[in-house]
T-cell receptor, first 114, second 114 residues
Framework: AQSVTQPDIHITVSEGASLELRCNYSYGATPYLFWYVQSPGQGLQLLLKYFSGDTLVQGIKGFEAEFKRSQSSFNLRKPSVHWSDAAEYFCAVGAGAGSYQLTFGKGTKLSVIP | DGGITQSPKYLFRKEGQNVTLSCEQNLNHDAMYWYRQDPGQGLRLIYYSQIVNDFQKGDIAEGYSVSREKKESFPLTVTSAQKNPTAFYLC?????????????FGEGSRLTVL
């Protein structure tokens, strides 16, 4: 069975600073990887996804993530954080075609200092 | 605008009462899902449905029931058998299997059992 670990429960950064949120996964084959963002009291929105090909994927809102198979990681990055990025971020892994189950990490809450 | 509508947004119930949460989508998606979210726990899958009149248990189905009589609708009943029903419930849908396609989420329903 697949699993996801997000080591950081809460991260605080200053506006304009760079950001990296960590995600490590466990899965025997090539995983399908996702990052979602959730504003307080809202549903989740997809930021980006990786299925195959280029290991650096671009997403919405200026986010990017890099798939590193050797490290079983899929870290999310943004070069300059805006106050509106304050939210909770979830990494998720899926087993691919034919599977309907995504496994989510426990989330990383991002706070942004003006 | 296409999307997923969950109702009610907030719900209070007494212990021992069954509660039904509504989820409607107009995205013409075949697959629909119910997740439960608790603070610091990420999202856990309760039930999912790939097509009308068919659904499967997720990781935490005990104490919950669903139906899928129409493509657009996937209501969740929280029964009195659910030992700790207070949580944030999220409904989602996808075109294809959730592992390969983007999940679109509703804004959630917060259930509090008094």
């Amino acid at each position: 069975a697949q699993s996801v670990t997000q080591p950081d429960i809460h991260i605080t950064v200053s506006e304009g600073a760079s950001l990296e949120l960590r995600c490590n996964y466990s899965y025997g084959a090539t995983p399908y990887l996702f990052w979602y963002v959730q504003s307080p009291g809202q549903g989740l929105q997809l930021l980006l996804k990786y299925f195959s090909g280029d290991t650096l994927v671009q997403g919405i809102k200026g986010f990017e993530a890099e798939f590193k198979r050797s490290q079983s990681s899929f870290n999310l990055r943004k070069p300059s954080v805006h106050w509106s990025d304050a939210a909770e971020y979830f990494c998720a892994v899926g087993a691919g075609a034919g599977s309907y189950q995504l496994t989510f990490g426990k989330g990383t809450k991002l706070s942004v200092i003006p | 605008d296409g999307g997923i509508t969950q109702s009610p947004k907030y719900l209070f119930r007494k212990e021992g009462q069954n509660v039904t949460l509504s989820c409607e989508q107009n995205l013409n998606h075949d697959a629909m899902y119910w997740y439960r979210q608790d603070p610091g726990q990420g999202l856990r899958l309760i039930y999912y449905s790939q097509i009308v009149n068919d659904f499967q248990k997720g990781d935490i189905a005990e104490g919950y029931s669903v139906s899928r009589e129409k493509k657009e609708s996937f209501p969740l009943t929280v029964t009195s058998a659910q030992k700790n029903p207070t949580a944030f419930y999220l409904c989602a849908s996808s075109l294809a299997g959730g592992s390969t396609g983007e999940l679109f989420f509703g804004e959630g329903s917060r259930l509090t059992v008094l």
